[in-house]
């Protein structure tokens, strides 16, 4: 098994955090185990920038060794009652990074000490993802705080070059945690739980033709959508049950993002190249995988949630028969779509892009319903929330 060790880059006032011992049951290491995903712990990423499970070196991760997060963390010695009564601040904005050594995330000193616990106090604490967010994109310096009311972001953007767009997660806060909780023992560290949530929104393609006709797409951009934005978790600390803090279970917390009027500038792409539709519905992303040749370019986008206004299209270039076309849908109003019994059924109107919501577009070709406008969703299958879904009638 894996040896999890983590430590911090600073210690405030943590007494006798330092010690040249090696870990155990009586002095241990402050220890940290694989972020894993909301919603779904063991999920593959498959956007450029996407954090979720992959396997590397013949050994599965929930969370890249080569990606870095932040962990902001407090002690007290009675139970958790808010964020700024809580002192000293042990990690504030300090970034964990892969240690090779310990096959683990694993932050340490310049001399290669590493943090324990200190004896009779306990350790509530939260996470952000990724580590560094200076980008060409970014405008200033990282303003990314954290407090009672949870994290924030200001002034955050999201790139126009999709290659460059990455997936900004923040964690549930987790309260009241010892070196109990990391089930230490003298085989393995099991070290505390980083439970991440997406704080953008994903939109991905998919195509499918149940024509005669040979239809081939080299073409999808999403144009007229919002950019850039300010994101608050919007924590209330009004109990001392720490159960309210995460939203999987009935928390005071609703994050999010106050977005800026701006429009991007240049379309999204989110596909360029030539490929084939098929019968059976099928990713963009699984064609372009297939085909390997390095001529297609596929982007399941990154997105600002936010309300979808009438600029918000897309835009679809593709080939009937080897004659060119193009379509271009609003984005704003579309229905969304679940298929009961081969039968299409409403299931609402979709009008803005969620926090941590994955949206499928399905492009269909028909030679019934060719010169028709009509869209639907299809579900999602990974650890963004599923949605009854989209189709796009070319």
């Not at 073409?219 to 850039?228: E, H, N, P, Q, R």
């Not at 109990?239 to 994050?255: F, K």
């Not at 600002?304 to 076309?325: C, F, H, I, R, S």
């Not at 109003?333 to 039968?343: D, H, P």
Request: glycine residues 6%.
């Amino acid at each position: 098994m894996k040896k999890l060790l983590f430590g911090a880059a600073a210690c405030l006032a943590l007494t006798s955090c330092l010690n040249d011992e090696p870990a155990t049951q009586s002095n241990r290491a402050i220890t940290f185990d694989s972020p894993v995903m909301y919603g779904n712990e063991m999920t593959r990423a498959n956007v450029y920038g996407e954090i979720g499970s992959h396997t590397e070196n013949g050994s599965t991760y929930t969370y890249p060794s080569a990606e870095q997060f932040i962990i902001y963390a407090v002690t007290h010695t009675e139970n958790f009652t808010g964020w700024e009564d809580a002192t000293p601040a042990i990690f504030n904005n300090t970034a964990i990074a892969y240690d090779v050594n310990v096959d683990g995330w694993a932050p340490k000193t310049t001399e290669g000490k590493y943090y324990f616990w200190e004896e009779g106090r306990m350790m509530s604490y939260a996470a952000s993802s990724p580590a560094d967010l200076e980008q060409a994109h970014w405008a200033g310096a990282d303003k990314r705080t954290y407090d009672g009311e949870g994290l924030s972001i200001d002034d955050f953007h999201i790139s126009g070059d999709a290659s460059k767009q990455y997936d900004l997660l923040f964690s549930t806060r987790a309260c009241n945690t010892t070196a109990a909780n990391m089930n230490h023992n003298a085989q393995y560290y099991s070290g505390l739980t980083v439970k991440f949530q997406h704080a953008l929104s994903s939109i991905r393609f998919s195509i499918a033709n149940s024509s005669e006709e040979s239809v081939h797409l080299t073409g999808i951009t999403v144009s007229g959508v919002k950019y850039k934005g300010n994101f608050k978790e919007n924590i209330v600390e009004d109990s001392t049950d720490p159960t309210i803090y995460d939203r999987e279970l009935q928390g005071n917390v609703t994050p999010e993002w106050t977005v800026e009027n701006d429009l991007v500038t240049a379309p999204y792409v989110a596909f360029t190249g030539e490929i084939q539709f098929l019968e059976e519905p099928r990713y963009v992303s699984q064609l372009v995988a297939q085909v390997g040749d390095g001529t297609n370019v596929c982007n399941q986008l990154l997105l600002m949630p936010q309300e979808l206004t009438d600029d918000a299209t897309v835009t679809v270039n593709y080939k009937v028969n080897g004659t060119p076309n193009s379509k271009t849908i609003k984005l704003k109003g579309l229905q969304s779509y679940k298929n009961v019994e081969n039968t299409d059924v409403v299931t609402g109107t979709i009008s803005s892009w969620e926090i941590g919501k994955r949206y499928t577009y399905r492009l269909y070709y028909s030679s019934a319903t060719a010169n028709r406008d009509k869209i639907y969703f299809s579900p999602s299958t990974d650890d963004w929330q599923d949605v009854d879904v989209i189709i796009v009638n070319l």
